[in-house]
């Protein structure tokens, strides 16, 4: 027995849960849950289908079946065999939190990926790299952006990484970096944005009064903090509480929903369309 | 175009749902939202689909394929015409919290259902009722349960009630009255079940020095708060709060949990097994 | 048997809590609550404190007596009898949640305050109005910004008005108007603050795709939704939830933050430093 | 400068805050943080006030007069210094989330004690004891009740232990343990108490159907799972989650809530009267 994720999007039709699911039938596969939306004001239809097949399933034979439906509807579509767990680099830089929470969370089989290695801007970390087993790199960015990025590159295709997680990651990365892993960079922001981009989020927060403090986790790209939202969480806070106190209680916020993108990412839950996200649970 | 439901339970097994979907496109339903859920350790699956079809639909045409489908299956289900909505009768008492909550959320369209009337064993709220138009039922208590819940059940059967809302009703009803209605009669109990069963819930927690009170809507059955849960949700509380507060507090989460069960209920997300509820959304 | 509030604030040094509460006791005052709050940032201490006094407790005495107090340490202070409930309008225009909200929960004994008059742009709530057996205005916006906010002030004088709220009033206050009632009028606005500000907060929230939507009370004040924020509260939203869907369940959000802003409110418990507020509960 | 925290308990009556903040102030005392409540069903009065003093305070001075206060009320009271830091022992099983928590936070200056030891019956965490630097101990549990405990008493001497944590420790303590560790040792129990006493609460509440699990920290006293509550959470669960993935949902609950009533109790918020606990933030 083996089981695999079908990933399909198309403009909304008639008849495409019924086309996909006995196709699915047809090659024997077993359904163990399907969740789809129609996001009506565009028009585009999303599934997502897990599904187990028996041993003697031909993986090829499948997708050649399955062109001729999604031929048919014009659909974008990806099948995931979850016997092949994504390969996940975590940046981070000198707080340990959401590093800590990742790891310890893949120790407790929560996370379908490996995480092959880590790399840091300093070298703090090392340490929990080492007692989790994972290798660690130090990069230099003295050397300038477009060196220490290049080293960064190398590294992930030494290790033939697919996701990045950025986990309290402290640089910015350039443009040319975010688009050639678009959609493949998961950044954790200190703020409930679209309040409080940029630096200092919980600094801006405790100025302006606010009552309740978040976190967002969305995908990087070259716009700093304005990618699609993948998770976002809050909590309340009192006017008793200093900037400290926030930016200690905004931690636990912080790896809660850094962790629960990465695993939505990875069980296929999120889809990206016209900029923003739709989550299917 | 109108609109149907299809709920389908059965015991798991291979494709399922490439049946139900094929037999909905085959009659020209264009599937909007589906749902579907199996419960491992009972092996038993679920489905909820909601569907359009054009004004030519015939519905006897669609019940008679389907029920090939659901024989070949062994199914159990229903097909719901969302055109025709349920009518839903009220039990109060003296507190006007729920029974406000129930009518502003229908005034705002929230609520796909009638309330052809309301009852109660007082007369307290019967200017809420005269301000929202439904006709006002007093029933007398002194003359003995099965004498007025005789009387009830006249005045359901003369509004053609198909399911009963107790709105902090403060009475028990018969174990005769709840096996009628079973699973048509839902409740809501001031206490985070299953604890603080019984009277006084709210003392129940101060006195227990609890940190976070609940509400709990129910099917009401033979069993005095052991019905099956639909809806349920907590608030934290300070131990400087009197129980006076508590019970204020409370009855926030009474008149949402109450809501989110009924509506849940009407948009037919409820499926019972095994002395528990399923909730697909 | 009365009770008084005392508000304090001044710059932070030793001995203000012995101080005050030594007067209060000489005073043969009994404190039932005392909560203090010192803003280290801007070394501003703020205190507030809930006594009880016998019969013959002189007011004019005590507040010579604090007097002298206040003097030494430079204090800013007020005086509540709990005996004199704030007059509080309610603004309002076509929508009835946060209306209701207020109206039922004051029937409930949770807000001390009186709501002597409702005023509206439009007619549609003057039959809420008249359930409630409250005097209902409805003002012409027609004559123009000037005219119609004279005729406001008016209806706030002749009903000796203290505080002013608006439920979801969807028309913008002059700077003149806000101004005259600077920290008496308390507005809902239907975002997460600052996110959001300005117009159709639901919608620009639905297509940045948050995952959170939230609403906030806030003191009105000459810059559109940028006044020192009172209360705030969020709830997770999904994905396939239609803008719409984001308008219904933001409703519960708002009806509950104006609601609490203006208990906080009354029950003193708000203080205003440096552009923000600070609750001490 | 240091600091210290004073804690009061005592029948209501006129004057007790004057007298107390009198006594502070005469002592050249600070007061940073005033916290009071009053059980007025028990007529039980409840102060701790955090002050800060001078280098040329004394100690035994400030006692000696506050003795004098402390009789002429009837207090029961305490002074901590908060320099001297509570010594506390982790006992724990196999699993790892609440270990980490408490070690992780205490790491980021968020728990105001020291971890001089971490004892098990199992040898599994030794490594994690090793990471952050604490001397473990494995106690041998096949040699009965009575014996092992008075090892676990041993090393508790040994290592000047205050207070102890029950991490997940799968074990029940005897009733003369917790009788001689009285309100020293806080237990975490994977369910909201009063509901879901005893073993396997995520399988009773799998089986109920609840929406809503949680977990309790609580003193460990004789009556298993029945000490007074410290902390609570809850979090919302779907009826598509399986026990396995209630079981990790509830170790974020149970971490959180154990590390809140840990950090609650070290910084003296918790009263304890009538079997149930107050907290005083």
Same mark, same amino acid.
Request: charged share 20%; glycine share 6%; aromatic share 12%.
């Given at each position: 027995?083996?089981?695999?994720t ?5 403009a ?6 019924a086309a996909?699911?006995h196709c699915?039938?047809?090659? @024997?596969g077993n359904i163990?849950?399907l969740s789809q939306?129609t996001? #009506? $004001?565009?028009? &585009?239809?999303m599934?997502k289908a897990?599904f187990?097949?028996?041993d003697?399933f031909?993986?090829s034979?499948f997708?050649k ?5 999604a ?7 990806k ?8 390969r996940v680099a975590?940046l981070?830089?000198k707080t340990s ?6 790891l310890?969370k ?6 379908a990926c ?5 790399i840091s801007?300093?070298s ?9 087993h ?5 990069v230099?960015t003295?050397k300038?952006?477009?060196a220490? @990025? ?10 033939? #990484? $697919?996701?990045v &997680?950025m986990?309290?990651y402290?640089?910015i990365?350039?443009p040319e970096?975010t ?5 493949q960079v998961?950044?954790?922001h ?6 409080f ?11 302006r009064?606010v009552?309740?403090?978040g976190a967002t986790?969305h995908?990087a790209n070259e716009?700093?903090?304005q990618g699609?939202?993948?998770?976002q969480?809050t909590?309340r806070v ?5 900037i400290e106190?926030?930016?200690?209680l ?5 790896r809660r929903?850094?962790?629960e993108?990465?695993k ?8 990206v369309?016209?900029?923003?996200t739709?989550i299917?649970?």
């Amino acid at each position: 027995m083996s089981e695999y994720t079908l990933s399909v999007t198309c403009a909304d039709q008639k008849g495409i849960i019924a086309a996909v699911t006995h196709c699915i039938a047809s090659g @024997e596969g077993n359904i163990l849950n399907l969740s789809q939306h129609t996001a #009506v $004001d565009v028009n &585009v239809f999303m599934l997502k289908a897990d599904f187990s097949v028996a041993d003697d399933f031909v993986r090829s034979d499948f997708e050649k079946a399955f062109s001729e439906v999604a031929g048919k509807f014009k659909m974008e579509w990806k099948l995931f065999d979850k016997a092949l767990r994504p390969r996940v680099a975590i940046l981070a830089s000198k707080t340990s939190h959401c590093l800590y929470e990742l790891l310890l969370k893949h120790e407790d089989g929560e996370l379908a990926c490996e995480f092959p290695v880590i790399i840091s801007n300093h070298s703090d970390l090392a340490g929990v790299a080492t007692q989790f087993h994972v290798p660690f790199f130090q990069v230099d960015t003295g050397k300038g952006k477009v060196a220490y @990025e290049a080293d960064i590159q190398t590294i992930l295709e030494d290790y033939q #990484v $697919d996701t990045v &997680v950025m986990a309290r990651y402290m640089q910015i990365l350039s443009p040319e970096f975010t688009r050639r892993w678009a959609y493949q960079v998961i950044n954790i922001h200190h703020g409930f944005l679209p309040a409080f981009m940029g630096a200092k989020p919980y600094h801006q927060a405790w100025h302006r009064g606010v009552k309740i403090i978040g976190a967002t986790a969305h995908f990087a790209n070259e716009n700093l903090d304005q990618g699609p939202i993948i998770s976002q969480d809050t909590i309340r806070v009192s006017d008793t509480c200093s900037i400290e106190r926030f930016v200690q209680l905004g931690k636990d916020v912080e790896r809660r929903v850094l962790f629960e993108a990465l695993k939505l990412f990875l069980d296929r839950n999120v889809f990206v369309y016209g900029g923003r996200t739709f989550i299917l649970r």
